[in-house]
């Protein structure tokens, strides 16, 4: 039987408001609450019935509240308007740290959560440009706008390909590396 490849399935975080945090994660981030412990230890959250949890929440950080317990937690939302409908809601909740970037491959909004934990709503785009590249985008901008504005940039960058061109690149890697 061949290997499964690893998918990313939760994240699990550290909070110091248990309460403070799921409001965020409900209200903010659109997860309902799954499962949890009756006395508020653990809480499970998600966004996809076919995942019992996304996220769990777990009372006890023991860091101090200015150091993230996490370097990120990525959601992909599937469309460049769910990351502008994600970038309204988090400027409206008046979330810290808000940052639109475009890194050639993928739109993203990065913000705080209320502990501090650096959260990124992103989409893939159709191309593929060698990593790391970013550039801050205006997510007020019409959709179409910023795919144009996208493009060209991406166009103009040395290794860009469509990216169906660079996952049968990968793929080869990968099935290479699986047969080795």
Not at 18 to 28: A, E, G, L, W
Not at 61 to 66: F, I, S, V
Not at 133 to 143: A, H, Q, R, S, T
Request: net charge negative; aromatic share 10%; with cysteine.
């Amino acid at each position: 039987m061949p290997d499964t490849p690893p998918r990313l399935s939760h994240v699990g975080l550290y909070v110091l408001d248990v309460p403070k945090m799921i409001d965020f994660y409900t209200d903010v981030l659109g997860f309902v609450v799954s499962d949890g412990a009756e006395d508020g230890r653990i809480t499970f959250l998600s966004r996809n019935p076919s995942d019992h949890h996304q996220v769990v929440l777990v009372r006890g950080r023991t860091t101090d509240a200015e150091v993230p317990m996490v370097q990120q937690v990525s959601f992909n939302v599937g469309t460049l308007s769910q990351v502008q409908k994600a970038f309204r809601k988090v400027r409206d909740a008046g979330c810290e740290g808000i940052s639109p970037i475009c890194h050639g491959n993928a739109w993203s909004v990065y913000f705080q959560d209320p502990e501090g934990n650096r959260i990124e709503m992103f989409c893939d785009t159709p191309w593929y440009v060698p990593q790391p590249l970013g550039f801050k985008i205006d997510l007020d901008k019409p959709e179409r706008d910023l795919f144009a504005e996208t493009e060209a940039y991406c166009r103009d960058r040395d290794g860009f390909m469509p990216m169906e061109e660079w996952r049968a690149e990968i793929s080869k890697k990968i099935a290479a590396k699986l047969n080795a």
